[in-house]
T-cell receptor
Framework: EADIYQTPRYLVIGTGKKITLECSQT?????MYWYQQDPGMELHLIHY???????EKGDLSSESTVSRIRTEHFPLTLESARPSHTSQYLC?????????FGPGTRLLVL | DAKTTQPNSMESNEEEPVHLPCNHS???????IHWYRQLPSQGPEYVIH???SNVNNRMASLAIAEDRKSSTLILHRATLRDAAVYYC????????????????FGKGTLLTVNP
């Protein structure tokens, strides 16, 4: 059973606010990922990390930023939230190729 | 990106077997075939993966064609809880090279299970 957690599960926030979405895993996986998914649409990779102090942008351009200071944590930050950021954000981790996903954070920016 | 082709949707009846097809004619010799599924309002979950031989686990079976250009995910007895989007995925190398790979999720197959 995978142990990967995301908080908050739901977030409603006003335009211009700074937000941080938390993701943590207890499996000791080196690789971690952030995906964005709009309702009924495909998942798009927005950030990934191979290990501590390693982060890269994914296939879909995103205004969010990430950090990887500790193996188990991979937070995603939006400095100034906008309505266009409304979406579901999914975090995943892997040791090799098989990825384990968290439950996601549903973000609504008003 | 490595390409797979799946039907947009399929329908099944409860307690009947379901065969979900996937074409991957451009697969390379070292690519594993991965299957994930996403239940409504949840993150994707790993189902099964294989390279050449057929694979079985507690969730499903994976039948891989001899030429590896297609595969079939088999749910032996569909339940209502199996209603989900099923993704067939080949790994893609990162554009930066190296030995790391990513999984590119396409549209998948929406499986509806009728009671």
């Amino acid at each position: 059973e995978a142990d990967i957690y995301q908080t908050p599960r739901y977030l409603v926030i006003g335009t211009g606010k700074k937000i941080t979405l938390e993701c943590s895993q207890t499996m000791g996986h080196d690789k971690m990922y952030w995906y964005q998914q709009d309702p009924g649409m495909e998942l798009h990779l927005i950030h990934y990390s191979y290990g501590v102090n390693s982060t890269e942008k994914g296939d879909l351009s995103s205004e969010s930023t990430v950090s990887r200071i500790r193996t188990e944590h991979f937070p995603l930050t939006l400095e100034s939230a906008r309505p266009s950021h409304t979406s579901q954000y999914l975090c995943a981790s892997s040791r090799e190729e098989t990825q384990y996903f968290g439950p996601g954070t549903r973000l609504l920016v008003l | 990106d490595a390409k797979t082709t799946q039907p947009n949707s399929m329908e099944s009846n409860e307690e009947e077997p379901v065969h979900l097809p996937c074409n991957h004619s451009t697969i390379s010799g070292t690519d594993y075939i991965h299957w994930y599924r996403q239940l409504p309002s949840q993150g994707p979950e790993y189902v099964i993966h294989g390279l050449t031989s057929n694979v079985n686990n507690r969730m499903a079976s994976l039948a891989i064609a001899e030429d590896r250009k297609s595969s079939t995910l088999i749910l032996h007895r569909a339940t209502l809880r199996d209603a989900a989007v099923y993704y067939c995925i080949l790994r893609d190398p990162w554009s930066s090279g190296g030995s790391n790979y990513k999984l590119t999720f396409g549209k998948g197959t929406l499986l509806t299970v009728n009671p």
